[in-house]
């Protein structure tokens, strides 16, 4: 039993499956945190962008709301 315990804390054979494990699980993460951090600045962006433009238009033609 000692030497089946022994063995076992030997065998390397699964580890390299557990590194890409986590490395895969690392950049699904930062994928994920990078797609709401672009996602929020470029809602932003267009949002500010449909405001100016409203804005140049209330300026040229003066039948605005």
């Known amino acids: 039993m000692l030497n089946m315990i022994k063995n076992f804390a030997k065998n ?3 580890a390299v499956t ?3 494990v986590i490395l895969t699980a690392g950049v699904v993460v ?6 709401n951090i672009v996602k929020d600045i470029t809602s932003d ?7 100016d433009m409203e804005e140049f238009n209330c300026g ?3 039948d605005c709301d």
């Open 12 to 14: 390397e054979s699964g």
């Open 18 to 20: 557990i590194d890409w």
């Open 30 to 35: 930062l994928g994920i945190a990078s797609y």
């Open 45 to 51: 962006l267009a949002n500010n962008t449909v405001t």
């Open 60 to 62: 040229l033609f003066s």
